[in-house]
T-cell receptor, first 114, second 110 residues
Framework: DAGVIQSPRHEVTEMGQEVTLRCKPI?????LFWYRQTMMRGLELLIY????????DSGMPEDRFSAKMPNASFSTLKIQPSEPRDSAVYFC????????????FGSGTRLTVV | SQKIEQNSEALNIQEGKTATLTCNYT??????LQWYRQDPGRGPVFLLL???NEKEKRKERLKVTFDTTLKQSLFHITASQPADSATYLC?????????WGAGTKLIIKP
């Protein structure tokens, strides 16, 4: 298995533009998580899905952020409009059962909003 | 509020020695705790999970302890190697959400 695949690896965009981050979880993993990591705040959970259904989106900063999981093999995190304070590394992680196997993270997308 | 503390300063250890990292938490009673390794430019990698009713767990050169009375977990790497140099993160559960420590940077010197 290739692991959790995220794209793009790097994204530089101008303030106000729409940004879409993509994630392909490990096949068979029922849980998918979107995280954001910054030096100041560390790792923060944004939203997680179970069987493609959003379970908890309380970590999504504001309405500018949205996430979808149209099927078991694909998820997107969209920011519209983007702002400089959104600059961070965004990770996607999947798990068969978090309380037993932990999470498998992707390599992340480094987002820079200028 | 819930709080997780890990040593913010880098930990320098001589190769071959045992490295011990600390994770303390307050205002919290997690059912389990996880440890991850993160290398620069990469996502965290899962290492070990320990439950509240387990005192100790081992995996090869790694050992984790979990003291719910002290509200502390210790992470040990025995016979440390330069390749063990990385940032190590602890995370505690809260209804499938993990609350993360800031991580401790471990440097193993040859």
């Amino acid at each position: 298995d290739a692991g959790v695949i995220q794209s793009p690896r790097h994204e530089v965009t101008e303030m106000g533009q729409e940004v879409t981050l993509r994630c392909k979880p490990i096949s068979g993993h029922d849980y998918l998580f979107w995280y954001r990591q910054t030096m100041m705040r560390g790792l923060e959970l944004l939203i997680y899905f179970n069987n493609n259904v959003p379970i908890d989106d309380s970590g999504m900063p504001e309405d500018r952020f949205s996430a979808k999981m149209p099927n078991a093999s694909f998820s997107t995190l969209k920011i519209q409009p983007s702002e400089p304070r959104d600059s961070a590394v965004y990770f996607c992680a999947s798990s068969l059962e978090p309380v037993i196997y932990g999470y498998t993270f992707g390599s992340g997308t480094r987002l820079t909003v200028v | 509020s819930q709080k997780i503390e890990q040593n913010s300063e880098a930990l320098n250890i001589q190769e071959g020695k045992t490295a011990t990292l600390t994770c303390n938490y307050t205002n919290y009673s997690p059912a389990y705790l996880q440890w991850y390794r993160q290398d620069p430019g990469r996502g965290p990698v899962f290492l070990l999970l320990i439950r509240e009713n387990e005192k100790e767990k081992r995996k090869e050169r790694l050992k984790v302890t979990f003291d719910t009375t002290l509200k502390q977990s210790l992470f040990h790497i025995t016979a440390s190697q330069p390749a063990d140099s990385a940032t190590y993160l602890c995370a505690l559960d809260s209804n499938y959400q993990l609350i993360w420590g800031a991580g401790t940077k471990l440097i193993i010197k040859p």
